[in-house]
């Protein structure tokens, strides 16, 4: 697996646990090893224990696309802008409900633009 992908982080929950196949386990590669039953705290402080820090994560590359979120949330300005700001119509060309869109909408409030000539 992790000549697969090499940044993957390997927990190993096992039924069968033993120092044998612990130490193998992380021989191998393995980052942790719990053995069952584990509870939810224990896999999730194993996990946090493992889990890449954030300034040693690399930047997206240049020519990354961008994010899903600005994705949507340009799509949805620009329907908008087609509908003159009617929200019934733009949520039906959306394929989302009205108040869908009126919550995406409320998360991320458009400031208003000033209209030229109308002060």
Known sequence: M????????????TGYASIATA????????HDYLAKPA???QI???????????????APPADAPP?????????IQRILGETGGNI???ARRLGMHRRTLQ?????????????PGHE
């Open 44 to 58: 999730a402080r194993a996990l946090a224990a493992h889990a890449p820090r954030q300034s040693t994560m690399a």
């Open 88 to 90: 019934s119509e733009a």
């Open 2 to 13: 992790l000549q697969a992908a090499p940044g993957m982080r390997i927990l190993l929950l």
């Open 103 to 115: 919550r995406k909408l409320a998360k991320h409030p458009v400031r208003e633009r000033p209209n």
């Open 67 to 75: 994010p899903l979120k600005r994705l949507e949330w340009e799509h």
């Open 39 to 41: 509870d939810a705290d």
């Open 23 to 30: 130490v193998e386990a992380i021989k191998r590669g393995a």
